[in-house]
């Protein structure tokens, strides 16, 4: 009885329809779109293969750029035996089961390719489980990751896999994808050219996601091409691929600062709209702005942190969506600024010189001399005050006896900077000119 429930079961699961992406998954690796940087002539898993020397691996990348994929066809190539499992669902004694049973194929002469999908949930413990089973043939490890490896993984795993990083599909890729979809299903997409377009701006890299994309278009019953307007009243736009806390973040982060550096506004505030509306906290942003105007134009234009200051109190008055605006204009306004580190690097020099000359006091014509005895002591004697002093400026030193006097600042020719340079130069050509005297 229980026999024959089981083939009616599978002859319901053969006829039941599968889903697109499932229908189009790749048979071997060539039929693979995109990631010819890992699996292209010469590439790091061609070379392996061609040499029968593959190793662990750890797949990082976006989803639906093709990780479960490559590894099932990396087992087919390979003859091994395909596992996959998932951190999030599997517990220790899961694991021990798979590691079991590895061992039982490799005593019969079959060995194990496991897959392990976002292996960046395992803690240090599971992952150090992995290592006993890896070094002795056990089990050859794939592991994929959305996550830096360099954060979310062991030392000790990374040490024994090559990293591969796959890359989010270009628009040529996922039209070649889109054309594959099409002859699968038999007709084409009804979509004119800028709606075609926008379909595959809508899956934002994602290969799954563009073919779940493409099934739900292929089944509306229309009377000629869907435009781009009509197509984005009928679907939703995929979310933003953004983490506020992991790799997303400081790339996004990192983007945006050095585009403000490179006085680029136009690319500043499109790194801005990302974070903003990946969800990223308007706070941390006008932190950011400020330390920007702080430590990459400084005195060239003093203003700059006004502005972003002022920027930061209207945002925190008006909120969200209306605040933002204040934040964007603070982004270009330091964008178009002159910039300068002069007032970074002198901080950085002075902090340098301070620790390597350690508690040497100030001279003594420059200590306070409250009490009898520090007078006495000669605390605050040969003093000049600069206020009676011709030009205001008596060139007295003030650096420890015996220290060399330390150069830290040396402003650029750019903006107000230009006058303080200036002003600088003539400091120190009256302070030799006063110590000469």
């Known amino acids: 009885m229980a026999d024959l429930f089981d083939t009616v079961e ?65 087992a087919d190539e390979t003859d091994l035996h395909f596992v996959q499992i998932s951190a999030i669902f599997t517990g220790v004694q899961d694991l021990k089961k798979v590691f079991e049973e590895a061992k039982h194929r490799r005593r019969t002469g079959q060995g194990t390719l496991l897959f392990v999908d976002e292996i ?86 994602d290969g799954r996601a563009l073919l779940n994309l493409v099934e739900q278009v292929a089944g509306w019953t229309l009377e000629g091409k869907l435009d781009r307007a009509g197509l ?34 136009d690319a500043a505030l499109y790194w801005l709209a990302r974070m903003l509306q990946g969800g990223e906290d308007p706070r941390y942003l006008a932190r950011r702005i400020t330390r920007m105007a702080v430590e990459d134009i400084g005195l060239a234009d003093p203003q700059a942190q006004t502005i972003c200051l002022h920027a930061w109190e209207t945002y925190e008055r008006l909120g969200s969506p209306e605040g933002e605006l204040a934040l964007a204009q603070a982004i270009t306004y330091l964008a178009l600024a002159p910039k300068s580190n002069g007032g ?45 002093a011709e030009d205001g400026f008596s060139g007295q030193n003030y650096f420890p006896d015996g220290m060399k006097r330390g150069v830290y600042y040396q402003p650029p020719e750019r903006g107000f900077e230009r006058e303080l340079k200036r002003r600088l130069d003539y400091f120190v050509k009256l302070r030799a000119k006063r110590q000469g005297g």
């Open 232 to 265: 984005t009243r009928r679907l939703t736009r995929r979310a933003t691929k953004y983490d506020k806390s992991g790799e997303e973040h400081y790339n996004l982060i990192s983007a945006l600062h050095k585009s403000v550096r490179g006085s680029d506004p």
């Open 10 to 74: 599978g002859e319901n699961a053969a006829s039941a329809p599968r889903p697109l992406a499932d229908r189009l998954r790749p048979r071997n690796l060539s039929e693979v779109i995109g990631q010819d940087q890992v699996l292209g002539t010469d590439a790091p898993l061609s070379t392996m293969l061609a040499g029968g020397t593959l190793s662990s691996l750890i797949f990082w990348g976006p989803p639906g750029v093709g990780k479960t994929t490559i590894a099932r066809l990396l």
């Open 120 to 205: 960046h949930r395992f803690n240090k413990a599971q992952q150090d489980g992995f290592l006993p089973h890896m070094e002795d043939g056990t089990i050859l490890l794939v592991g994929a990751t959305t996550e830096n490896p360099s954060f979310e993984l062991n030392a000790a795993l990374l040490s024994r896999a090559q990293v591969m990083v796959l890359e989010r599909l270009s628009l040529a890729d996922l039209e070649r994808l889109a054309q594959r979809a099409e002859m699968e299903l038999g007709r084409g997409l009804p979509l004119d050219g800028p709606a075609r377009e926008a379909l595959l701006e809508m899956s934002d890299g």
């Open 344 to 388: 970074y690097v002198a901080w950085k020099a002075a902090q340098q010189a301070a620790r390597q000359t350690g508690s040497e006091p100030p001279p003594k014509h420059i200590r306070n001399a409250p009490t009898k005895l520090m007078k006495e002591q000669g605390y605050g004697e040969g003093y000049a005050y600069d206020h009676d």
